[in-house]
T-cell receptor
Framework: DAGVIQSPRHEVTEMGQEVTLRCKPI?????LFWYRQTMMRGLELLIY????????DSGMPEDRFSAKMPNASFSTLKIQPSEPRDSAVYFC?????????????FGPGTRLTVT | EDQVTQSPEALRLQEGESSSLNCSYT??????LFWYRQDPGKGPEFLFT???AGEEKEKERLKATLTKKESFLHITAPKPEDSATYLC??????????FGQGTRLTINP
């Protein structure tokens, strides 16, 4: 079974450019999560979707960040314009909507460097 | 506000030297505490979920325990392949996980 798939694995861009990160959740999983990991702040939840609908985006740092989930097998996280402080590893995770099951399965991450 | 604090930040052990990692939490009405393992350059990998004080879970050389204020991850006779960062998280609301900063564990052969 394929796990959560993220692309690209590495992204280097210049300040001011638009960045789009992509995620394919595990088939059959109904919830999808976007996280950001930095040395200073650790692993933080940015936004999560349930059945393709955004449920909680309170972790999105500012309006430069946006996320979409047009269907059950694809989600994007977009940063426009990007800034050096956005440099981090961005993880996508998914989980099935089973009663009492809270385990999230993480992808390999996208390492973003903004110069 | 929910808080998760892990200690120590880093731990270096010799192969076979048992020890414990700590995760203290403050949350109103704990609904679940999670342990994940993260290898360099990879995403966190799920290990355990604990739901109530007194609960214990085991997997190979790892055992997780839970009290009303903290959780321990006990590592018995560790091997070099146990080297990783171990993350603790609590469940907030229906689906949100709040993570600690992690403990970076190194096992020397």
């Amino acid at each position: 079974d394929a796990g959560v798939i993220q692309s690209p694995r590495h992204e280097v861009t210049e300040m001011g450019q638009e960045v789009t990160l992509r995620c394919k959740p595990i088939s059959g999983h109904n919830s999808l999560f976007w996280y950001r990991q930095t040395m200073m702040r650790g692993l933080e939840l940015l936004i999560y979707f349930n059945n393709n609908v955004p449920i909680d985006d309170s972790g999105m740092p500012e309006d430069r960040f946006s996320a979409k989930m047009p269907n059950a097998s694809f989600s994007t996280l977009k940063i426009q314009p990007s800034e050096p402080r956005d440099s981090a590893v961005y993880f996508c995770a998914s989980k099935p909507n089973l009663s009492g099951n809270y385990e999230q399965y993480f992808g390999p991450g996208t390492r973003l460097t903004v110069t | 506000e929910d808080q998760v604090t892990q200690s120590p930040e880093a731990l270096r052990l010799q192969e076979g030297e048992s020890s414990s990692l700590n995760c203290s939490y403050t949350v109103s009405g704990l609904r679940g505490l999670f342990w994940y393992r993260q290898d360099p350059g990879k995403g966190p990998e799920f290990l355990f979920t604990l739901y109530s004080a007194g609960e214990e879970k085991e997997k190979e050389r790892l055992k997780a325990t839970l009290t009303k204020k903290e959780s321990f991850l006990h590592i018995t006779a560790p091997k070099p392949e146990d080297s990783a960062t171990y993350l603790c998280a609590v469940l907030r609301g229906a689906q949100k996980l709040v993570f600690g900063q992690g403990t970076r564990l190194t096992i020397n052969p």
